[in-house]
């Protein structure tokens, strides 16, 4: 029996929630919390980074580029790339939540993250557009609270752990993206990602502060036009 | 490794978060009205993972911190320890990651 209401929906979601999305956030949200020491953030401001940005992906892109000491704009522009995603996702799943104001919705916006938008779009998850919506919040805030503080203890494990183990910490963000690259869908996003880390290395170490901007639209660019050749030849 | 004032780290971080917000607020606002499988958001889509993937190059074969005191034989050695691992326990992610980075500990702990 799915949840009807409100309350029920968040009782729901925080269930959905404890179990593999919070250990894959302690996992790898403990490795950014050591990149973002290794890099030079601040603790406090590597937890707001977890809260505001809101998207791991990004985060390491904006602690990489903050090492290799590019440019704001630079930085603000492959951080906005790597964040796109949630421009569709938003647009898919705003209108299936339960909401009136602009300032809710901007919240739930907010608080959506990869694994929230493909929780609440599982055919488990509530349908009534309230349920959804409280379901949708617990969900998305218990997973936020997790990462916030498994981003503190990253952060204090990079400074006080050994060092092999302080590294292997950092080396969580790489094989994280890699298995995150290994399982996406599709002949487009393959392309994509495949022209990206092949011409990513010589990209990124002619241009280390857009490099990762060039070899967004090169590989987005490949990947795209490999889909619609896809497309067509399925029509 | 960074001679930056927190004052720099602080304005990275907004403009980082500027730029995130910017995608959440136009999904709200411009939901109902655009397709989320139209031509343009197909190739947002890709040109996402691409950074993403122009990303891992970084970290695994062009890493400035702290990792680039390993070898690149270790980094990718454990990497693709962590892919077999992932592709054995059936795409589990905590399972591939794990493993990955145990291997990279225990041969970064034999190394020092």
């Known amino acids: 029996m799915k949840p009807q209401d409100f309350r029920g929906g968040v009782r729901a979601g925080l269930r959905s929630a404890i179990g593999l999305p919070t250990l894959v956030l302690v996992g790898s949200l403990t490795g950014y919390g050591a990149l973002a020491h290794d890099t030079g953030f601040g603790a406090g401001l590597a937890v707001l980074s977890t809260i505001l940005i809101w998207g791991l992906p990004g985060q390491i892109v904006m602690a990489e580029m903050y090492a290799a000491s590019a440019d704001v704009l630079a930085i603000a522009i492959a951080v906005g790339m790597a964040n796109m995603r949630f421009f569709p996702m938003a647009v898919s799943l705003m209108p299936t939540l339960h909401g009136e104001g602009v300032a809710g919705r901007l919240a739930q916006a907010q608080l959506m993250s990869a694994t929230s938008w493909a929780y609440a779009m599982r055919s488990t998850a509530p349908e009534t557009p309230s349920a959804r919506l409280g379901y949708h919040t617990g969900f998305a805030c218990l997973c936020m609270t997790v990462a916030a503080v498994a981003t503190m203890v990253g952060y204090l494990g990079a400074a006080g752990l050994p060092k092999p183990l302080a590294l292997a910490l950092l080396f969580i963000n790489a094989c994280f993206l890699l298995l995150l690259l290994l399982d996406t869908k599709g002949r487009g996003a393959a392309f994509a990602v495949i022209t990206g880390v092949v011409a990513g290395i010589p990209i990124n170490t002619y241009l280390p502060d857009t490099g990762l901007i060039v070899t967004g639209i090169v590989g987005g660019t490949v990947g795209f036009l490999v889909d619609g050749m896809g497309q067509r030849e399925r029509s | ?112």
């Open chain 2, 1 to 112: 490794m960074t001679a930056f004032a927190p004052a720099a780290a602080a304005l990275v971080l907004a403009a980082s978060v500027a730029a995130t917000f910017l995608w959440r607020a136009l999904g709200v606002f411009l939901a109902r009205r655009l397709d989320p499988k139209g031509a343009v958001f197909r190739w947002f889509s890709f040109a996402s993972f691409a950074v993403l993937a122009g990303l891992l190059s970084r970290l695994l074969i062009l890493p400035t911190g702290d990792l680039a005191t390993i070898g690149i034989e270790v980094r990718l050695g454990a990497a693709a320890i962590g892919v077999a691992a992932f592709y054995l326990s059936r795409r589990n992610l905590l399972v591939g990651v794990a493993s990955g980075t145990l291997s990279f500990a225990l041969a970064a702990g034999a190394m020092n």
